[in-house]
């Protein structure tokens, strides 16, 4: 088992104690530490952004002018994505951005950040 000082409140060693090999012991695993900080920075994430499409903009129900005749380019909606004021074509949209990792990994991944 591994041991370290042991400090009083004016920073002096009064006396040394033993930890668990288990815990403060086990091997780096790198890995390990980057999926779980990655898990846990996925997790913090709201995932509330949104935009919205041409669907959801208001108006833009009828056609801007008629298909043929005019001689300017055929068009179907004043919302369409390429118009200013249009919806947007692959825009974010609300999602979950949760990682779920094994209970083992992330007590590997505890261990071996204890253990550095």
Not at 15 to 39: K, M, Q, T
Not at 85 to 107: D, M, N, W
């Amino acid at each position: 088992m591994p041991e370290v000082p042991l400090y009083n409140l004016q920073g002096e060693v009064v006396g040394r104690i033993s930890l668990a090999e288990a815990i403060f012991g086990a091997p780096l695993r790198p890995d390990l530490i980057h999926r779980a900080v990655v898990a846990l920075l996925a997790n913090r994430r709201a995932g509330t952004a949104s935009t919205r499409t041409r669907g959801e903009v208001s108006g833009g129900g009828r056609k801007p002018w008629r298909q043929k005749g005019t001689g300017r380019a055929r068009q179907g909606s004043l919302r369409a994505p390429h118009w200013v004021g249009g919806g947007v074509a692959h825009g974010p949209k609300p999602r979950r951005f949760i990682v779920r990792l094994p209970r083992k990994v992330r007590r590997q991944a505890l261990f071996s950040a204890w253990s550095m």
